[in-house]
């Protein structure tokens, strides 16, 4: 008897080892990477309780991508402006193109990113289509409750763990357990901020939804109708190839009165070379021939 409790003693003791171990292993494994991957192997782990315990709100990430056209563009870049500053967004980027007088036209054209408080994305779209040509409009939506419940949890663990750590710090008796607590504590708190890092990440995606603008200033709208038949697909494409040749004996005119002046300038050269060649000819007709000496004697 005495012998099995002695075994069954052990096997408990190898077990409790073995768990230590595996947890020392996880803690290593969540320390070793960036937030980024840390918050993808927590989405992992959330098994179907998880999901289903999870709040109501869900977060959502917002992103639209809108082609849009204008016949002025520094009128709808100042209405959109004071849009988003009605609306408390901000301009992320922007990238205005004055184009090229060269042609005797101007073509002009802005992107933008824009962020906007996600619960006024819609207002801002309205607000887009009023002001301009709509051409396309893509919205997509991406749910990210998982990666952020489970940053949330691993931020309120880390916590508490730090937490503990003061708490064994003040009660360290000896050196050696100061030196191993300051050690981990400075471990959990590296941690602690890259978990924290992530979150407010998720937080300004999920607030303030995104927007990619692209504008561009024309003369004509394009048009945006429903699907038609095969014979109206047949005037339609007529009419607009007429348009395109008249566009391009337009196009063709301005650049041959554009480069009006090149084409003097190489126009210049062979004439000057024809005249240069004329009076080299005219100067040996009049040049005398000379006499021959036998004829004089």
């Known amino acids: 008897m005495k012998i099995r409790k002695l075994i069954a003693g052990m096997l408990c003791a190898l077990i409790l080892l073995g768990m230590a171990g595996c947890g020392v292993a996880v803690d290593k494994a969540a320390g070793s990477g960036t937030s980024n991957d840390y918050i993808a192997k927590e989405e992992g782990t959330l098994d179907a309780e998880s999901s289903a315990a999870l709040p109501e709100n869900r977060k959502l990430i917002q992103t639209v991508n809108m082609n849009v056209e204008t016949e002025n563009l520094d009128t709808v870049l100042q209405q959109i402006d004071s849009r988003i500053a009605q609306l408390g967004g901000y301009v ?134 429903e699907p038609e038949n095969i014979w109206e697909r047949i005037g339609t494409g007529f009419k607009k190839s007429l348009k395109s040749v ?14 009006l002046p090149y084409i003097a300038m190489i126009a210049v050269i062979p004439l000057g070379i024809v005249l240069i060649i004329r009076l080299k000819n005219r100067k040996k007709k009049k040049k005398p021939e000379k006499e021959d000496p036998k004829e004089n004697s």
């Not at 002001?131 to 998982?146: C, P």
């Not at 008249?246 to 480069?259: A, P, T």
């Open 246 to 259: 008249g566009n391009f004996f337009v196009e063709l005119f301005v650049f041959v009165i554009v480069s």
């Open 92 to 225: 992320e980027k922007s990238n205005v193109q004055n184009g090229s007088a060269y042609s005797g036209r101007r073509y002009r054209s802005a992107n933008i990113t824009v962020r906007i408080p996600a619960k006024d994305l819609e207002s801002f779209i309205d607000r887009v289509g009023e002001i301009s040509n709509i051409v396309s409009s893509r919205k997509t939506v991406e749910d990210v409750t998982l990666g952020y419940v489970a940053t949330e949890s691993r931020m309120k663990a880390l916590q508490a763990e730090e937490a503990r750590l003061l708490e064994l710090m003040a009660k360290a008796g000896t050196l050696d357990e100061l030196l191993t607590v300051e050690k981990r504590l400075t471990e959990v708190r590296t941690e602690l901020e890259k978990v924290t890092s992530a979150l407010r990440v998720f937080d300004n995606q999920v607030d303030f939804a995104t927007v990619h603008l692209s504008i561009e200033e024309v003369k004509e709208f394009t048009e945006v109708t």
